[in-house]
């Protein structure tokens, strides 16, 4: 879509407008990260990191479902706001529980194994998303972007829940 209007002069505009609202969207979530990131320690004295970190996650896949289901400037902004929130958490909490748990002589190796988890998926969610993209949802990118956002709530839901069933034991 954004090739078509690009090569049509009087839809430019179009174009333009969207580039100018990403940015602001980017930099709303940028800005909810950053700040956000700074009371995740204080946050972890009071409540269980895990906790923080699944609600996070749940609010951070609802906020990207949220942006692509709404045609609300203060409603995309919100999504953009969980998303921040996500990003500072998925960004902070697990290396907290990383270094809390493992000693200062593994730490290193742990932390090393741990970012293998991060960036192999990423790698193959690159290679992979044009393909689903093009076979399974007819080049929609959007649909990409919805699988991604149910995606994470769900398995923020997972973590809330396995935290559920834990406190009943």
Known sequence: MGADLLNDVSQQHLLEKGATLTAICYGINQIMSIVYVL??????????????????????GLGLVLSLLTHSFVILIIGMLGLG??????????????????????????????NITI?????????????????????DARQIILLAGWSIAFGGLIALGQLMLKSKK
């Open 39 to 60: 009371f995740i320690p204080a946050l972890v004295k009071k409540i269980d990191e895990k906790i923080i970190f699944g609600i996070a996650t749940l609010i951070g």
């Open 85 to 114: 929130m996500m990003v500072a958490a998925t960004n902070a909490i697990p290396y907290i529980t990383v270094t809390r748990e493992i000693g200062k002589e593994k730490m290193g190796l742990y932390l090393g194994v741990f």
């Open 119 to 139: 960036t192999v998926p990423q790698i193959i969610a690159g290679l992979l998303a044009g393909v689903m993209s093009q076979h399974l949802f007819h080049n």
